[in-house]
Structure formats: C-alpha cells, structure tokens
C-alpha cells in the first residue's frame, strides 16, 4: 500500500485510527431512509390481510388457544381513561362539598368506580375547594376595603383629634 493511499484513507479517521462522528469509509453507503426488501415484500404480501387476520387470531384466541390469546393480550391499547357515570354537578359553595365526597365514596363501594378514578374525583373536588376558598377571601377583603374606605371617609368629616364615637 503506497503511502498516498494511507493518507486519503485516514483523512476521516480521528487519531485513534476509529472514524470520525458522522464520518463513514463507505460513502456510497445505503441512503438515508431506505428500508429493506425483505421489510418490503412482507408488507406487500399482507396489505390488505391485516383485517382478515386479525380476525382469525381473535377467533383463535376465542376458541382457547393459549398462544392466540397471549397475542392479542400483548396487543391490547392501554385504556388509561374512561369516562364516569356520576351525578355531580359543580360544588357551587363549600357546603356542596361533604356530599360529593360522600357520592364519591358511595360509587367506590358499588364497585361503580375504582379508587384510582376515585381519586382523580377528589382531586377535582379538592381544586373546586381552593377556589371557592379564593373567591370567599377575595369577597371578604373587598368587603373589608370598602368597610375601610367608609370609616377613611367618615373620619375625613371628624376634625383631628376628635375619638371616632365622640362629635
């Protein structure tokens, strides 16, 4: 091997002799995206069975095929959510509060919920109580600031000095 070879050869290789990040020797290499033919002829031979196979392997499984059935376990989508048949409107005070917690529990002792879904009711109810919570205290400082600003003002007719009961 001549020495001009060896040079062109390593040009993108690091100092180690391994090739560079991003760098390969075979630069006629397989083009980015391209997939196998073998993944190829495997699709074309079942587009359009997927459905009809489906079904048999359901059928399968159905009829006790242990197999099958461990398939089309495996396959299932996860249902992470459902939806929950529960009469409960929104809390409108906290006085509405007691008796969804109690609907919620009663619905759990049914077996009509589990208690996972249970506690994401009570999440919801306990975020009801927060702001219901906020909206009482922000009701309550605006009553005390206008109670404030009445007193400012009635003092402001008082001349200085003058107790606030006595004229």
């Known amino acids: 091997?001549?020495?001009?070879?060896?040079?062109?050869?390593?040009?993108?290789?690091?100092k180690d002799g391994r090739w560079k990040k991003g760098a390969s020797g075979n630069t006629a290499g397989r083009p980015s995206g391209s997939r196998n033919k073998r993944t190829l002829f495997i699709e074309q031979l079942f587009d359009g069975e997927a459905e009809d196979l489906c079904r048999k392997l359901?059928?399968?499984?159905k009829r006790?095929?242990?197999?099958a059935l461990r398939m089309c376990l495996d396959r299932l989508p996860a249902r992470k959510e459902r939806p929950i048949d529960l009469e409960m409107g929104p809390a409108q005070s906290a006085a509405d509060l007691p008796g969804a917690f109690q609907r919620i529990m009663a619905a759990v002792s049914e077996g009509r919920i589990t208690p996972g879904e249970a506690q994401a009711m009570s999440d919801i109810l306990d975020s009801q109580a927060r702001a219901i919570n906020s909206a009482d205290i922000e009701r309550r400082v605006q009553e005390l600031e206008g109670y404030r600003a009445k007193m400012e003002a009635s003092q402001h007719g008082k001349t200085p000095g003058t107790p606030c009961g006595n004229s």
Request: no cysteine; aromatic share 0%; charged share 15%.
């Open 64 to 67: 006790g095929s242990i197999p």
């Open 58 to 61: 359901i059928n399968l499984a």
């Open 1 to 14: 091997m001549s020495n001009q070879t060896k040079t062109k050869s390593t040009g993108a290789r690091a």
